[in-house]
């Protein structure tokens, strides 16, 4: 039997299979942004005819396809999600709009104030209110709520989001409004404040559920056209659908809470790197992992620390805040594709415009004419016009040159030398964005290994490494499509959250300990409406000092829940982990616990590991290339697929499979690990290399 992972970007769907003995077989195909479901068709069709069988055989012996799919985030980056409409309580339909009364550049007096998701027209105030201790102040007044619904049906609305104050305590009134919405807008996609975000601060609360609503009804129209169209090829097995916190869903669970699906993508690449750095061992970097992630539109950063990544819930996803739990992943608009300019200034600037897929880079003869970063590449040698996807896609090299002089002229520089240009530039532009997950957070990178994977990122991954000054860049076999790879290394996931808001002095141990229980009883019947395999349930809390307003989330591993009282257990690891993230802790200071969050993992078979590969005498060279290096080298071609376990490859050299091209540059040295890797050692800055 197979699995399936597959991963929609915005230039590339990639897909991997794996069979029972661990065997990995890629695939990559142009993604379809007007219609991602005949990517993922064409990619599944191209996976069949690798493994030499018809698509309706392939798909009988597959028994689950894991999906990450970029449709959520693009109908935020785009701005091309449903028609919504907000029910509020009365006085508070501008929540959304004040925001925090922050801005993302809080000293520029001339930025415009970010457009909200549902405009004031159709945030509609209802007559009730419930208090924070949950207590009935004004019930829910039906003629004011009838009148309200009366205006989005007017109005049209594909979707409603439900954001009363404090539904987060009691969802009574917000349950009653989504039977009414049921009878009078029928078909229109509801979502409760109350089962989005049950957690206090509206704000956030507020917006997640907008953004859910608003991108809802795409993501479920997308994830129903493409369950008919596996069913219509052959497919009987379940899809499950890569969630931002790093699980996945049922196609079921993942409409209804759309808000969790858009980092989908990206969170299949710290899926598969965090399984990468179990297959590495804890001997080995002792887990700790850079996630590198260069496509062909963003490169998408993250760290992996102790074998294991982080997850954040102030995650902002264009300008609209997202409070789920989420992995914490940097992206930044630079890829394969973006787009290189010249300003007034005479200034080179690299992205975050890209070509994307349709009509991408100037080479791939689609009626591109702006020069990207592939254009550079190929025009500094270092991509094979006759064997880019393995040759399926040749590269126009006349019409690249052609796209670099006129950033060469605009430069006042020849060809080579901005071409050159182009390809630094986008590289200090990573190299910032590693800094914003490390540096910037207090993490030294250089205890770390560059793990590099994405179609594009073999070319650039030691260059980025350098300008942080780390010595050790790991490229997996399957880096082209690891996203895909990863999405199989995971499990299922249903989170549940609830605000229990108090100092954990006052608190009563036992009523927090029935709070979890039935936290943990809620999610557990969620995921066996769709599972009956193996569990286990993840707690933990988001807690503060008193005068803090920022709450820690600490994992509650190791906690004795058999203990009368476990409070003290609780606000001791609350102390450590503050002292963790910020230096020091104040133990004489009331802690105070504000949400209680439960993850029920449905554990799902491990992904088989991949055979070592057979000992072999080094490969040779298949090819030799001039290559651009502040100069023309003459560099030697080697074939990924054919290298030898314990090889060794000093640079300048060349290594290309099917699907990508990794660059070992002068002064570097690749071992080829048993999984056939490539672990490339790179001088210390300031050291002379050996």
């Given at each position: 039997?197979?699995?399936?992972?597959?991963?929609?970007?915005?230039?590339?769907?990639?897909?991997?299979?794996?069979?029972?003995?661990?065997?990995?077989?890629?695939?990559?195909?142009?993604?379809?942004?007007?219609?991602?479901?005949?990517?993922?068709?064409?990619?599944?069709?191209?996976?069949?005819?690798?493994?030499?069988?018809?698509?309706?055989?392939?798909?009988?012996?597959?028994?689950?396809?894991?999906?990450?799919?970029?449709?959520?985030?693009?109908?935020?980056?785009?701005?091309?999600?449903?028609?919504?409409?907000?029910?509020?309580?009365?006085?508070?339909?501008?929540?959304?709009?004040?925001?925090?009364?922050?801005?993302?550049?809080?000293?520029?007096?001339?930025?415009?104030?970010?457009?909200?998701?549902?405009?004031?027209?159709?945030?509609?105030?209802?007559?009730?209110?419930?208090?924070?201790?949950?207590?009935?102040?004004?019930?829910?007044?039906?003629?004011?709520?009838?009148?309200?619904?009366?205006?989005?049906?007017?109005?049209?609305?594909?979707?409603?989001?439900?954001?009363?104050?404090?539904?987060?305590?009691?969802?009574?009134?917000?349950?009653?409004?989504?039977?009414?919405?049921?009878?009078?807008?029928?078909?229109?996609?509801?979502?409760?404040?109350?089962?989005?975000?049950?957690?206090?601060?509206?704000?956030?609360?507020?917006?997640?559920?907008?953004?859910?609503?608003?991108?809802?009804?795409?993501?479920?129209?997308?994830?129903?056209?493409?369950?008919?169209?596996?069913?219509?090829?052959?497919?009987?097995?379940?899809?499950?659908?890569?969630?931002?916190?790093?699980?996945?869903?049922?196609?079921?669970?993942?409409?209804?809470?759309?808000?969790?699906?858009?980092?989908?993508?990206?969170?299949?690449?710290?899926?598969?790197?965090?399984?990468?750095?179990?297959?590495?061992?804890?001997?080995?970097?002792?887990?700790?992992?850079?996630?590198?992630?260069?496509?062909?539109?963003?490169?998408?950063?993250?760290?992996?620390?102790?074998?294991?990544?982080?997850?954040?819930?102030?995650?902002?996803?264009?300008?609209?805040?997202?409070?789920?739990?989420?992995?914490?992943?940097?992206?930044?608009?630079?890829?394969?594709?973006?787009?290189?300019?010249?300003?007034?200034?005479?200034?080179?600037?690299?992205?975050?415009?890209?070509?994307?897929?349709?009509?991408?880079?100037?080479?791939?003869?689609?009626?591109?004419?702006?020069?990207?970063?592939?254009?550079?590449?190929?025009?500094?040698?270092?991509?094979?016009?006759?064997?880019?996807?393995?040759?399926?896609?040749?590269?126009?090299?006349?019409?690249?040159?052609?796209?670099?002089?006129?950033?060469?002229?605009?430069?006042?520089?020849?060809?080579?030398?901005?071409?050159?240009?182009?390809?630094?530039?986008?590289?200090?532009?990573?190299?910032?964005?590693?800094?914003?997950?490390?540096?910037?957070?207090?993490?030294?990178?250089?205890?770390?290994?560059?793990?590099?994977?994405?179609?594009?990122?073999?070319?650039?991954?030691?260059?980025?490494?350098?300008?942080?000054?780390?010595?050790?860049?790991?490229?997996?076999?399957v880096a082209a499509v690891l996203s895909a790879w990863g999405m199989l290394a995971t499990d299922l996931r249903f989170e549940v959250t609830r605000s229990h808001i108090g100092d954990a002095g006052r608190l009563d141990g036992a009523g927090v300990k029935?709070?979890?229980?039935?936290?943990?009883?809620?999610?557990?019947?969620?995921?066996?409406?769709?599972?009956?395999?193996?569990?286990?349930?993840?707690?933990?809390?988001?807690?503060?000092?008193?005068?803090?307003?920022?709450?820690?989330?600490?994992?509650?591993?190791?906690?004795?829940?058999?203990?009368?009282?476990?409070?003290?257990?609780?606000?001791?690891?609350?102390?450590?982990?503050?002292?963790?993230?910020?230096?020091?802790?104040?133990?004489?200071?009331?802690?105070?616990?504000?949400?209680?969050?439960?993850?029920?993992?449905?554990?799902?078979?491990?992904?088989?590991?991949?055979?070592?590969?057979?000992?072999?005498?080094?490969?040779?060279?298949?090819?030799?290339?001039?290559?651009?290096?502040?100069?023309?080298?003459?560099?030697?071609?080697?074939?990924?697929?054919?290298?030898?376990?314990?090889?060794?490859?000093?640079?300048?050299?060349?290594?290309?499979?099917?699907?990508?091209?990794?660059?070992?540059?002068?002064?570097?040295?690749?071992?080829?690990?048993?999984?056939?890797?490539?672990?490339?050692?790179?001088?210390?800055?300031?050291?002379?290399?050996?």
């Amino acid at each position: 039997m197979l699995r399936i992972g597959i991963d929609v970007g915005g230039t590339f769907t990639d897909l991997v299979a794996i069979d029972e003995r661990g065997v990995a077989t890629l695939a990559k195909v142009p993604s379809t942004p007007d219609d991602p479901s005949t990517g993922v068709l064409d990619g599944l069709a191209r996976l069949a005819d690798e493994l030499g069988e018809p698509l309706a055989g392939l798909l009988r012996r597959t028994d689950r396809i894991v999906h990450g799919t970029t449709v959520a985030t693009n109908a935020l980056l785009e701005g091309k999600g449903a028609t919504v409409g907000m029910l509020t309580t009365a006085g508070h339909r501008d929540v959304i709009e004040m925001r925090e009364g922050l801005k993302s550049d809080r000293y520029n007096l001339r930025q415009p104030p970010p457009v909200p998701l549902v405009p004031r027209a159709r945030r509609l105030g209802v007559r009730e209110r419930v208090r924070p201790d949950g207590r009935i102040e004004t019930p829910l007044d039906e003629a004011s709520l009838g009148a309200a619904i009366a205006v989005l049906k007017a109005a049209k609305v594909e979707a409603v989001a439900v954001c009363y104050l404090h539904a987060w305590r009691d969802a009574r009134h917000e349950r009653a409004t989504a039977a009414l919405l049921a009878r009078e807008l029928p078909g229109a996609y509801v979502s409760l404040s109350s089962d989005v975000l049950p957690q206090i601060k509206e704000f956030e609360r507020f917006s997640t559920t907008a953004v859910n609503a608003y991108v809802g009804p795409v993501l479920a129209r997308y994830l129903a056209r493409l369950g008919a169209r596996l069913t219509e090829a052959g497919y009987a097995g379940p899809v499950l659908i890569m969630q931002s916190h790093g699980g996945v869903a049922p196609i079921e669970e993942a409409a209804r809470l759309a808000a969790g699906a858009v980092l989908s993508g990206p969170a299949g690449g710290v899926a598969g790197s965090r399984h990468a750095a179990r297959l590495l061992g804890p001997a080995d970097l002792a887990g700790n992992l850079i996630p590198f992630d260069m496509g062909g539109t963003s490169t998408d950063i993250s760290l992996i620390v102790d074998g294991a990544p982080t997850l954040v819930n102030d995650r902002g996803v264009a300008g609209h805040r997202v409070a789920l739990n989420s992995l914490d992943i940097v992206s930044i608009g630079a890829g394969g594709g973006s787009i290189a300019r010249v300003d007034a200034g005479g200034i080179l600037h690299v992205g975050p415009a890209s070509a994307g897929a349709d009509p991408g880079p100037v080479c791939y003869g689609k009626g591109g004419s702006a020069a990207t970063v592939t254009d550079a590449n190929l025009v500094l040698g270092y991509l094979d016009p006759d064997g880019f996807l393995g040759g399926r896609r040749k590269l126009d090299r006349t019409a690249a040159e052609a796209a670099i002089d006129r950033i060469a002229a605009s430069l006042k520089v020849d060809r080579f030398a901005a071409a050159q240009g182009i390809h630094r530039v986008v590289n200090t532009t990573m190299a910032e964005g590693v800094r914003l997950v490390s540096v910037r957070r207090g993490v030294d990178p250089r205890r770390f290994a560059l793990l590099s994977f994405g179609g594009a990122s073999g070319l650039h991954a030691t260059d980025v490494a350098r300008q942080l000054d780390l010595t050790r860049v790991i490229v997996p076999r399957v880096a082209a499509v690891l996203s895909a790879w990863g999405m199989l290394a995971t499990d299922l996931r249903f989170e549940v959250t609830r605000s229990h808001i108090g100092d954990a002095g006052r608190l009563d141990g036992a009523g927090v300990k029935r709070l979890f229980d039935a936290m943990e009883a809620e999610g557990m019947a969620r995921l066996r409406a769709s599972y009956d395999g193996p569990t286990r349930c993840d707690r933990s809390v988001d807690m503060r000092y008193g005068e803090q307003i920022f709450e820690v989330n600490v994992p509650l591993d190791g906690v004795d829940w058999s203990v009368a009282d476990p409070l003290p257990q609780i606000v001791e690891r609350f102390h450590t982990r503050h002292e963790q993230l910020y230096t020091y802790a104040q133990r004489d200071q009331e802690a105070v616990l504000v949400n209680a969050r439960a993850a029920v993992v449905g554990v799902l078979p491990d992904l088989p590991q991949e055979p070592s590969l057979p000992s072999a005498p080094p490969a040779p060279p298949r090819a030799e290339r001039r290559i651009y290096l502040d100069g023309w080298v003459a560099t030697p071609v080697y074939d990924f697929a054919a290298l030898a376990p314990a090889q060794t490859i000093a640079g300048p050299a060349i290594v290309e499979s099917a699907m990508t091209t990794i660059l070992i540059r002068p002064g570097e040295r690749a071992v080829v690990t048993p999984l056939g890797w490539l672990d490339i050692a790179l001088p210390r800055r300031g050291t002379t290399p050996a």
